[in-house]
């Protein structure tokens, strides 16, 4: 029942090595993060829409030459009409917060996915940590997810998905933190009694449970920001009660402890979906209390619908402007649209077989722009969205692994970062023809980073253990390649200046180009 407090003793060794990478992960992800000083790739949405937030609580629309006008200076050259979006509110909120201290420039809307691409590193460091009850372990989930090519992209640029990865996270790493807490409870209910066990009996009711209500707060955020965290939340939430299934059978409530799917899985209900509800209904709060909003006055203006008869002007037009990105979402337009040309089925997502362009200038000639080319040679500029590629190969083989030793060597441990990224995963098979990109793959691979380090410490071994060396060796040996391979693929992350063949050098698959 005290599953992992002897482990995790040293807290302040923990807290230094979490500090000092998550610092190191900051810094080199700040440098020149306003390069390249304009709206690229989807930058042309969101960064629009927080500026417009934080001036009048809903999206307007923009011209179509409103991203010179930006580039230039002129920022404030919106419609007066208000915009379909399609996506709640907190990504982009938090977005226009970096721009309203510094403001709308690049560094101004990259600020925040900033400081969230690098919170993430933090977060992941401390679950991993958990999880694994080894400070090591943590640490080098954290070393590899700061090098991530992908978590490094995406924390430099104005998108919505590292805000949600964050957010998933954290939720997952509060309900790792409840686990713990329950048994920790149930431990001192049984010393409190002087008993050995429950004899039978179904034991106390354990009211508080602070870090699940945190993890309804951080899934409401989740889903404040992209509506697929949704199934990340269903999947924690029945992990998490039969969770508490398990640690009543455990304090000795035998078949008793199936009462917990009534007696705990009801308040976890309150706690995870109703509570994550009312935080994502809040985060419209901008939309709901001004008038101006897309789909706004469609309940006053259709007083006879039952919604709005039953509910209210106010409720039946949020309910109708729901329905109405519910249907964008599933509908026909969208699955009928052309294919993206970097269009990537999911199926190839864990072994980056489609990396996302975010950002390229071509053909730079040679004199131009400092190109040093020769001959019919030329020069190119790209910011590539795509992982650390030895980092990601050797996370799917240790996902296979965690499998084995989830379910054969029944370690609930490998257990919840399997289901977490599964669950943020699996759904985007589901059957339709939209165009689907690599970056979404930024929710799955802090799970997946956290897999592979708790692998590595399979392979490291016990403080004891007599091939701690070798194993030691092999996993240095390993996080040292991925460090490398970040270096070497660098430049095409940040927009540096290549020559065209160096850039093609590190493109080792057709497919990525």
Known sequence: MRDG????????????????????????????????????????????????????GYEKDWPSTANDSITSGTVNVFKDSAEFVVHPPVGKWLIGFGEQLFGMNSFG??????????????????????????????????????????????????????FQAFFLVAAVSCVVADRDWYRHKLADALEATGMPDFGGRFGPMIWLRPWRTAAGV?????????????????????LSVLWDVGARRLAGSDWRSWFALLADGGPAFVRLVLLSALVYVVTWS??????????????????????????????????????????FHTGEYINTLKPHPYAAPPIGWLVMARPIGIDAVNDIKPGVDGCTAT??????????????????????????????????????????????????????????????????????????????AMVFGLIIGPADGPNRRRGSIIVGVAVALVVANFAYIYPVLTDQLMLYKDWLARMWLRSWI
């Open 5 to 56: 407090k002897a482990e995790l003793h040293d807290r302040l060794a923990g807290w230094v090595v979490t500090i000092s990478i998550t610092v190191v992960a900051f810094l080199i992800r700040l440098v020149n993060i306003g390069y390249p000083n304009k709206l690229v790739f989807d930058e042309t949405y969101y960064p629009k829409d927080g500026w417009t937030l934080w001036k009048f």
């Open 109 to 162: 809307w990259r600020f925040m996915p900033l400081v969230f691409g690098t919170l993430l590193v933090f977060i992941t460091i401390r679950m991993a940590r958990r999880l694994s009850r080894s400070t090591m372990v943590g640490a080098i989930a954290g070393i590899l997810i700061t090098f991530d090519g992908l978590s490094f992209a995406m924390s430099r640029i104005g998108l919505l998905d590292i």
């Open 286 to 327: 901008g939309w709901l209390f001004t008038s101006g909003g897309y789909d706004r006055q469609w309940g006053a203006n259709n007083p006879d619908n039952a919604w709005t008869v039953h509910l209210g002007p106010m409720w039946a037009s949020f309910l109708k402007y729901h329905q109405e990105i519910y249907n």
């Open 375 to 452: 001959g019919t040679d030329t020069c190119i500029r790209v910011i590539s969205g795509m992982g650390t590629p030895i980092l990601w190969w050797m996370a799917v083989i240790a996902l296979v692994v965690g499998i084995i030793w989830w379910l054969g060597g029944r370690d609930w441990r490998f257990g919840v970062p399997i289901v977490a990224a599964m669950s943020t995963y699996l759904p985007w098979f589901a059957p339709g023809g939209r165009s689907l990109f690599f970056f979404y793959a930024i929710c799955i691979i802090p799970f997946t980073v956290t897999i592979l």
């Open 218 to 238: 951080m899934f409401g955020l989740a889903l404040g920001t992209k509506w697929n965290s949704i199934f990340v939340l269903a999947a924690m939430g029945v």
